[in-house]
Each structure stands twice: as C-alpha cells, then as structure tokens.
C-alpha cells in the first residue's frame, strides 16, 4: 500500500510503498478514505526537539480519520466489513487500574496511533476492535474524519457547565474553533475569542462567536464593558498553549470561573497563584477524548444540528501531501483533510 511515512530521523516525509498492515485476532483493518492534518503531524513533519524525542522511524504517521472496515480479526464480532469508522488513536493498556475502572483516558500507558504504531496517513491501518468508532450512515466523511480533534473541543468545551454562561475561548486554531461552536451549541451566552489571526477570527465569527478579537490590540477588560459584562468569565477554554494568552484569561475570570487547559506550551508558565487561591478559579487540565463518553457526545452533537464543517478549509488528494502540508502551516487555513480514495 501506499503511505506517508518518516522513513528516518530528521525533517520531511515520504509517500512511499509498504506491506499492508495484517490485522490480529483483536484488530479491524480499515481502508482508509479521507484523513486529517494534526499539529502533531506538522511536528513530526518538521521534526522539533519532540519528535526527535518520541518518534522511532520507519513509522507511518497520521492519527485523524474515517475509512471502512475491510476485515475484521477472528476474535471480532462487533464490527463488519462495509462498515463506516473512526479510531481513537490512543490505545490503552486494558490492565491498569484506570483502565480495569472503564477511565480509559486516564491510561498512564497510553500508545498513540502515528506516534508510537503505525498510524493513518496511509491506505490500510489496523487498530485494535476496542478503539473503533462506528459512525452512522450518511455522515459527511469530511467531517467523521475529523472527529478525533473535534473530541479534543467537544471534551475540553463540556469539561464545565456552559449553558447561561460567559465563555472564554483563547486560540482560534482549527480545536478553539470547533469549541466555539460547542459551547454555543450548549447554550452559551456570550462566547468572546481571542485570536491573533484574522482568518481565524473571522472563522471563529462563523462559528458563532459573540465576538473575536485581536489579544494584541484589545484589553479583554474592554471588551467585557462593551459587552455589559460585570464579575468576568464563567468558563475559559484554553486553547493556545500560550502564556500571555493564560495569564490574561486567569485575570478575566469570574470569581469561583472555570478554565479547561487543552492547548499545550512549550515551555514552562510562570502564574502568580494568589489570583486563583484568592478568586477561587478551578484549573483541569484536558488530554485527548473520553473513551467514549467524548465519542458519543460529538455524535449527538452532529445529529442535533451543530455544523462544524466551516472549520475545514482545504481538501487535497493524498499524493498533494506537500501542499495540504503546506497549508496546514500556513495561518490562513482551518483544518486541512487528505484524500485517499483518489489514486
Ligand atoms: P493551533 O496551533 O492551530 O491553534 C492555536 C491558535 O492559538 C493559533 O491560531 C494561534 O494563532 C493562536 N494564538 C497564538 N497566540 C495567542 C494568544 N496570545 N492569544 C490567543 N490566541 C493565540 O492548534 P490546534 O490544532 O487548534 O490545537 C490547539 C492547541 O491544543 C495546541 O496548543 C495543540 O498543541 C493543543 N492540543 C492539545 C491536545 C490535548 O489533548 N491536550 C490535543 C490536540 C491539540
Ligand atoms: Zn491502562
């Protein structure tokens, strides 16, 4: 098969032929036909200090996606060939305490799909039968295939109560994106995103955002006047990993506020504690999705009318993989989606 592999230890990646992944008595093999481009994967694309600490090459990278099973182990009975799926591509152990508890996201020996196995940006990937998502038929394949990252803004965004509340969003990438419409799906009141990029401000506008504005150019104190705001956010949402970006939602909250932490630094935050111990804020810190309480939920929401389809901007056949790359990285794009049905 064809795959989009890091054939070694260093920048770049190869559309390259290699052997069909076989599945075992537990797995589902799955033809894969459209998938999606994470920062993860520009990360081992580009490969920074992270990459070089965790990805062991030859690997096929890639994570998001939704293909049909085409065979299924001998150990399987819940799934069928012909049947429309995506994975969760963190695969849990099945034997430590969280897992044995059901609390399979809290695996401390968690193997990520593209990460540390053979992932997705290819035209077969097995996974095992307990990480398959079975989604029903008619769904827009441009949006199962994005379901993974979807989960990620689905859990971070009801990781709180949101309904009558003022809602935070920091970072319009394609996850705060996707957030915005959640939480004004769950009957927020006023949703405010900040966001340097004026693509994705206006991005974020169409997804509902009550107003998204510039961090650089506008104090959120004005802001919250002009919107006749008293006490402060109720929730922020975290989605940046940038430290000014926290510091400022820390000092926007509501006395007693909320803030989910999805988006991930990359270096060390120095806070000052007093403002939350002395406002009472709650800090939870958000890692992939729920198995699959996360799943469901994006399901639901799907089903019950929330469009997150705005959020994707560019659609590239697979052997393009260099310009949906390209794109990806680029600020003026939302998320980005490979097809691999068109040879
Ligand atoms: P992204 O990098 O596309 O989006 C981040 C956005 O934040 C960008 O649009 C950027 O312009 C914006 N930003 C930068 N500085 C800002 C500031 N000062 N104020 C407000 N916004 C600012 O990433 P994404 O794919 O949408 O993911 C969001 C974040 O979540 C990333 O940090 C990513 O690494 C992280 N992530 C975490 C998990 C998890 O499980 N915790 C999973 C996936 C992604
Ligand atoms: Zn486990």
Same mark, same amino acid.
């Given at each position: 098969?064809?795959?989009?592999?890091?054939?070694?230890?260093?920048?770049?990646?190869?559309?390259?032929?290699?052997?069909?992944?076989?599945?075992?008595?537990?797995?589902?093999?799955?033809?894969?036909?459209?998938?999606?481009?994470?920062?993860?994967?520009?990360?081992?694309?580009?490969?920074?200090?992270?990459?070089?600490?965790?990805?062991?090459?030859?690997?096929?990278?890639?994570?998001?996606?939704?293909?049909?099973?085409?065979?299924?182990?001998?150990?399987?009975?819940?799934?069928?060939?012909?049947?429309?799926?995506?994975?969760?591509?963190?695969?849990?152990?099945?034997?430590?305490?969280?897992?044995?508890?059901?609390?399979?996201?809290?695996?401390?020996?968690?193997?990520?799909?593209?990460?540390?196995?053979?992932?997705?940006?290819?035209?077969?990937?097995?996974?095992?039968?307990?990480?398959?998502?079975?989604?029903?038929?008619?769904?827009?394949?441009?949006?199962?295939?994005?379901?993974?990252?979807?989960?990620?803004?689905?859990?971070?965004?009801?990781?709180?109560?949101?309904?009558?509340?003022?809602?935070?969003?920091?970072?319009?990438?394609?996850?705060?994106?996707? &957030?915005?419409?959640? #939480?004004?799906?769950?009957?927020?009141?006023?949703? !405010?995103? +900040?966001?340097?990029? @004026? %693509? $994705?401000?206006?991005?974020?506008?169409?997804?509902?955002?009550?107003?998204?504005?510039?961090?650089?150019?506008?104090?959120?104190?004005?802001?919250?006047?002009?919107?006749?705001?008293?006490?402060?956010?109720?929730?922020?949402?975290?989605?940046?990993?940038?430290?000014?970006?926290?510091?400022?939602?820390?000092?926007?909250?509501?006395?007693?506020?909320?803030?989910?932490?999805?988006?991930?630094?990359?270096?060390?935050?120095?806070?000052?504690?007093?403002?939350?111990?002395?406002?009472?804020?709650?800090?939870?810190?958000?890692?992939?999705?729920?198995?699959?309480?996360?799943?469901?939920? &994006?399901?639901?929401? #799907?089903?019950?009318?929330?469009?997150?389809?705005? !959020?994707? +901007?560019?659609?590239? @056949? %697979? $052997?393009?993989?260099?310009?949906?790359?390209?794109?990806?990285?680029?600020?003026?794009?939302?998320?980005?989606?490979?097809?691999?049905?068109?040879?």
């Amino acid at each position: 098969m064809l795959a989009l592999v890091k054939t070694e230890a260093g920048p770049g990646l190869r559309l390259e032929t290699v052997p069909d992944p076989v599945p075992g008595i537990n797995d589902v093999l799955i033809r894969v036909h459209k998938t999606g481009i994470c920062g993860t994967d520009l990360h081992i694309d580009s490969w920074d200090g992270w990459a070089a600490r965790t990805i062991h090459p030859p690997l096929v990278i890639g994570h998001e996606f939704v293909g049909e099973i085409v065979e299924v182990g001998s150990n399987v009975s819940d799934f069928h060939p012909g049947d429309l799926v995506s994975g969760e591509g963190h695969v849990t152990c099945g034997r430590c305490r969280h897992c044995m508890a059901g609390q399979r996201h809290l695996c401390a020996f968690t193997v990520g799909l593209g990460v540390e196995r053979d992932g997705a940006f290819a035209e077969y990937v097995v996974l095992p039968h307990t990480n398959i998502w079975h989604h029903w038929p008619g769904i827009d394949e441009d949006v199962a295939a994005i379901f993974d990252p979807f989960g990620n803004a689905v859990h971070t965004a009801l990781s709180f109560p949101v309904l009558g509340e003022d809602v935070l969003v920091s970072g319009a990438g394609p996850i705060g994106l996707m &957030a915005v419409a959640v #939480v004004k799906h769950a009957g927020a009141r006023l949703v !405010v995103v +900040t966001e340097p990029n @004026p %693509f $994705r401000r206006e991005l974020a506008t169409r997804l509902g955002a009550t107003l998204a504005v510039d961090p650089r150019e506008r104090e959120l104190k004005s802001v919250q006047a002009e919107l006749g705001m008293v006490e402060g956010f109720d929730v922020a949402l975290e989605m940046s990993g940038n430290a000014t970006a926290l510091r400022t939602a820390i000092e926007n909250m509501a006395h007693g506020g909320n803030i989910a932490l999805l988006g991930l630094p990359t270096a060390e935050i120095p806070l000052d504690l007093n403002e939350i111990i002395f406002n009472q804020l709650t800090m939870r810190g958000i890692y992939g999705r729920e198995m699959y309480e996360t799943w469901y939920k &994006a399901a639901v929401l #799907v089903q019950s009318g929330l469009d997150i389809s705005p !959020v994707i +901007t560019h659609r590239f @056949p %697979f $052997r393009e993989h260099e310009a949906a790359f390209a794109a990806a990285r680029a600020g003026e794009s939302g998320k980005v989606i490979m097809n691999w049905m068109h040879t």
